[in-house]
């Protein structure tokens, strides 16, 4: 199935990002790798010739009370229903100093049931506020200490 | 670019179902209410190019996202 991409197991299920993300749209097909070599970080890996991969971390090991507001244009976009369990990703990334960054401000939201997913994006998270909802506090560069 | 003038309470529908209305113009800005099915993707165009920004700049190519995530893990030792 995932033949293209040698280090990717062959069950390793496909997740479907409808939009893909923000500067790679076309990008629609990601697997999740994970383990004790990558741990704490998991690999969202791009599927296809010359894919884009990132480092992620689950946000709640960077802040435990981590908790945006999912819409329900988010929700239908991931095919999921309130209370559904989701998986929550902060992509991370080294800054030119070498400090490890996760952005904590448009995080990746993976449905394990649907297999959809989608990076978060601050209007979709305040569209139904109906007033002018505080911007999201979270950083798009948010340092990354020792979890 | 296509531009159009219109009013307080006008709007302007884009494709099949996707609607724009003004709904107060004012010193500060235009406040605009946004009409279209749940899948429709709507970004703030800033914020969209600051994720982008973002992305690209934490992109790795395929065979590197491992020694990626080599070198994170030991910045998260040195802390």
Known sequence: ?147 | MLVVSRKVDESIVIGDGIKIKVLRVGREGVRLGITAAPHVPVHRGEIYDAIKRANESAAAPDASVESLVARLRASQKRH
């Open chain 1, 1 to 147: 199935m995932s033949t293209e991409v040698g280090s990717v197991p062959a069950d390793t299920a496909v997740i479907a990002f409808a939009d893909g993300l923000p500067g790679f749209e076309h990008q629609r097909r990601f697997v999740l790798l994970s383990g004790p070599s990558f741990e704490p970080f998991t690999i969202l890996r791009g599927l296809g010739p010359d894919a884009p991969s990132f480092a992620t971390i689950d946000p709640r090991t960077v802040v435990p009370d981590y908790a945006p507001r999912l819409g329900p244009q988010d929700l239908a976009r991931l095919d999921a229903a309130p209370g559904d369990a989701l998986v929550w990703l902060a992509i991370v990334s080294l800054d030119a100093s070498g400090e490890a960054t996760a952005n904590l401000r448009a995080p990746v939201v993976v449905s394990p049931a649907s297999l959809r997913g989608v990076q978060l994006i601050d209007i979709n998270i305040n569209a139904d506020a109906g007033s002018d909802a505080p911007a999201p506090q979270y950083r798009f560069d948010h340092p990354l200490r020792a979890a």
